[in-house]
């Protein structure tokens, strides 16, 4: 049984009459009659009384009639749902991003949150190498990471540039120093995020090839922990700039430049490439771009081209 046979037998129950209910569903009356004796047949059931000049309905047309309308206003429901969705009324939106990087987020969030408030936003804490592969299984829409993804089913779009800063208390030695070599931090004490990454490989082969020491006394698990301990005056860090743009601003840490240690870091919003995205999914995207058109600086939104599958 399909909807339109059970609106075309609503119609007939409502009309009272198979002409005005032709002419109600705009069609002939010899279809309706069709309709509904298709309708009886596969059911297997009267639903009118013939006899009865005023369109009555059997018992069983009775019992279908309850029903008939519960599916159809179930019908109605769901286009009005998929309304609001479209005009982004309601609807979810679902990323992965790790301590560092959802910080480049925040910006964007705060306006899509303030434009479409009736979203739900749900940012799932993850660790970066693992974000890929949540995309690809679904667990989320979109996952922004610190690399270039590999799999060439995904969808990588560059929102943000960030640079490695090394950052000392303000009554550390080097603090008045403006820029320092390499090989002047071969004896600092450094604190360090425990969790490996291509930006700390780097960083290992650039001590390496200069033939320092990079002395790491603390390991702590959070880049905010790194930030407070160093504040503290406990050893000096290597960290993204983003997570001490306060810091740096309100002079509790101040950055020392290192020409050997000049490294750009590229943050990337991902998605399956033949993904169908949802419209809150769509409408972030279009807000990241807004945003970084608007903002410029570290902001943008450049598509990288990707490997076929």
Known sequence: MDLFALETFLAVAEERSFSRAAVRMHRTQPAISQTIAKLEAELGESLLERSSRDGSLTDAGEVLREYAQKLLNLRNEANDALAELRSLHRGRLSLAANEYTCLSLLPVLDRFCRTHPRIKVAVQRSLASRIPDEVMARSVELG??????????????????????????????????????????????????????????????????????????????????????????????????????????????????????????????????????????????????????????????????????
């Open 144 to 309: 922004i990471v610190s690399f270039a993804p590999e799999d060439p089913a995904l969808q990588s779009i560059v929102i943000f540039r960030d640079e490695l800063a090394f950052v000392v208390n303000p009554r550390h030695a080097l603090a008045r120093a403006g820029s320092v070599s390499i090989r002047q931090l071969g004896g600092e004490h450094f604190v360090a995020h425990n969790v490996a990454s291509p930006q700390r490989a780097k960083v290992h082969d650039a001590f390496r090839r200069y033939k320092t020491l990079l002395r790491i006394d603390v390991e702590l698990p959070s880049l905010e922990a790194v930030r407070r301990f160093v504040e503290q005056g406990n050893g000096v860090a290597l960290v993204p700039a983003l997570t001490v743009e306060r810091e740096l601003a309100s002079g509790v840490l101040v950055r020392v430049a290192v020409k050997e240690l000049q490294m750009e870091r590229k943050l990337r919003l991902v998605h399956r490439k033949e993904a169908a995205l949802s419209h809150a999914a769509l409408a972030f995207l279009q807000e990241t771009e807004k945003y970084a058109v608007a903002t410029g600086g570290a902001y943008c939104f450049e598509r990288e081209r990707s490997l076929r599958i």
